[in-house]
């Protein structure tokens, strides 16, 4: 099997759960397959692009296999993957010819499970190739008369039960806009470092990108496969020296659309993770410190702090449930753990990983870390809470419960989770404040 191929299965057979395993962070999976592989380049870019378009589309690659199979579920779950994947080349690769997708997928077919159902695949991947144009139309997924539900699931691969919760939340329309983002790819996020002279040069450089889809200094977004060079920018070369860092544009366009500007300082961002919002607070010139359950996450941060140019940010091992401030902060910003449903476009393996049972413990857990960062909050201060997830039960409803319990809370503002049709995800945010003024070192 072509090198790509194979590891995009195996990348696959780890991160989608099954009776043995609930399944791995995708990033994580190819990190590990790509390591300790020799592949060139290109192989590494194709690898990367199978994994994450087929997880993007399976649902649907399923639905549409199935109607030309005569008994899908005695197909073997390994064939089952072939055949998807190489569904998934011949329906959106513009690059891969469709006969090479056949071949290797008819020949992995006859390693994997023997003569008989190579013959099957063949025949399925040259129906899937003949009238590519018929898998466009609605009318594709209706043929059975399915319910709305059953129906959208199918046409933007999407599990039953998010299609329904967002049904339920948003209606029809934003459903709509919603499943459309996640079936498509996340636009590249870059954050241009502000904190550096060249700044305005380089961001004007970037927004002149053809095909750029979103600059608002200093944030750009352009679609993937973007060609830098051809602009005469080295984009390696300007990630390593510190102009520039990747970064979802949503992700910070929420900081911004939270006032970011004027929040009192010290910031103290008490779920760090890897740092990717800490970083954009400090080169917006605040005070930081840093916190995250999970020491390894925040690992990397000296390494980063020092490629931007910015003075060491302070970070500590800590949970944000148990939250206890030596001196308080002008702002905790909770970027809290969530179901991550507004991000299925970067992180399409949370759709097939997530299970709706999840849902009741991320609730507690956002419920804890809000009440205890309230109770370190000073007066005056700012609570930003924010989460990348579509679910009321973790955005406003969790406000409400706090707000409920502390009749004093004032909401000072708030991003919905609304639909973004340009850059494809959608986060939540509330800007809290506890009464009285603001008197932080
Ligand atoms: C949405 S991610 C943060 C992403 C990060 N702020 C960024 O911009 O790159 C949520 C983070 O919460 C952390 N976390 C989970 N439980 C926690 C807890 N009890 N206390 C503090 N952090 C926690 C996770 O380790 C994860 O890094």
């Known amino acids: 099997?072509?090198?790509?191929?194979?590891?995009?299965?195996?990348?696959?057979?780890?991160?989608?759960?099954?009776?043995?395993?609930?399944?791995?962070?995708?990033?994580?999976?190819?990190?590990?397959?790509?390591?300790?592989?020799?592949?060139?380049?290109?192989?590494?870019?194709?690898?990367?692009?199978?994994?994450?378009?087929?997880?993007?589309?399976?649902?649907?690659?399923?639905?549409?296999?199935?109607?030309?199979?005569?008994?899908?579920?005695?197909?073997?779950?390994?064939?089952?993957?072939?055949?998807?994947?190489?569904?998934?080349?011949?329906?959106?690769?513009?690059?891969?010819?469709?006969y090479a997708s056949v071949d290797w997928a008819v020949s992995a077919v006859r390693k994997a499970s023997g003569k008989g159902l190579s013959g099957m695949a063949n025949a399925v991947l040259r129906r899937v190739a003949a009238d590519p144009g018929a898998f466009e139309e609605?009318?594709?997924?209706?043929?059975?008369?399915?319910?709305?539900?059953?129906?959208?699931?199918?046409?933007?691969?999407?599990?039953?039960?998010?299609?329904?919760?967002?049904?339920?939340?948003?209606?029809?329309?934003?459903?709509?806009?919603?499943?459309?983002?996640?079936?498509?790819?996340?636009?590249?996020?870059?954050?241009?470092?502000?904190?550096?002279p060249e700044a305005k040069a380089l961001f004007d450089a970037l927004a002149a990108l053809p095909g750029a889809l979103y600059a608002v200094f200093p944030t750009i977004a352009v679609p993937t496969g973007t060609d830098f060079a051809a602009a005469g920018l080295n984009l390696p070369e300007l990630l390593a020296s510190g102009a520039l860092s990747r970064q979802s544009a949503a992700a910070q366009d929420v900081l911004y659309r939270l006032g970011l500007p004027e929040w009192p300082e010290p910031v103290f961002d008490a779920c760090a993770g890897r740092g990717g919002k800490t970083l954009l607070i400090a080169e917006a010139g605040k005070r930081v410190f840093a916190a995250d359950m999970h020491a390894p996450r925040l690992a990397g941060l000296p390494r980063e702090a020092a490629r931007l140019g910015l003075p060491p940010i302070p970070a500590f091992r800590a949970s944000a449930t148990k939250m206890a401030l030596a001196a308080p902060a002008g702002t905790i910003l909770l970027d809290a753990p969530c179901s991550g449903l507004g991000v299925l476009s970067r992180r399409p393996d949370a759709k097939w990983r997530r299970q709706p049972e999840d849902i009741a413990g991320l609730i507690r857990l956002q419920g804890a870390m809000l009440e205890a960062a309230y109770a370190n909050l000073a007066p005056g201060g700012r609570l930003v809470y924010v989460t990348c997830t579509i679910h009321p039960a973790e955005n406003e409803k969790a406000i409400d419960r706090l707000g409920g319990r502390h009749r004093d809370l004032i909401l000072d503002s708030e991003a919905p989770a609304v639909p973004d049709p340009v850059l494809g995800?959608?986060?939540?945010?509330?800007?809290?404040?506890?009464?009285?003024?603001?008197?932080?070192?």
């Open 1 to 98: 099997m072509p090198p790509a191929r194979r590891i995009a299965l195996t990348v696959l057979g780890r991160v989608l759960p099954s009776s043995k395993s609930p399944g791995q962070d995708v990033q994580a999976a190819l990190d590990v397959a790509l390591a300790d592989s020799t592949l060139d380049p290109r192989d590494r870019g194709l690898a990367t692009e199978l994994v994450y378009g087929y997880l993007r589309l399976c649902g649907r690659l399923d639905y549409i296999l199935a109607q030309f199979l005569k008994n899908p579920a005695a197909v073997p779950l390994a064939v089952r993957r072939i055949l998807g994947l190489a569904a998934y080349e011949i329906l959106h690769c513009a690059k891969v010819p469709a």
């Open 425 to 441: 995800e959608t986060f939540y945010g509330a800007v809290l404040r506890k009464p009285g003024s603001c008197r932080v070192p």
């Open 138 to 196: 609605p009318g594709f997924y209706r043929r059975d008369r399915p319910s709305e539900v059953v129906y959208l699931s199918r046409a933007f691969s999407c599990p039953e039960w998010i299609v329904s919760l967002w049904l339920g939340a948003c209606g029809p329309d934003e459903t709509r806009q919603h499943l459309a983002a996640q079936a498509e790819p996340a636009p590249l996020g870059l954050r241009v470092n502000r904190a550096r």
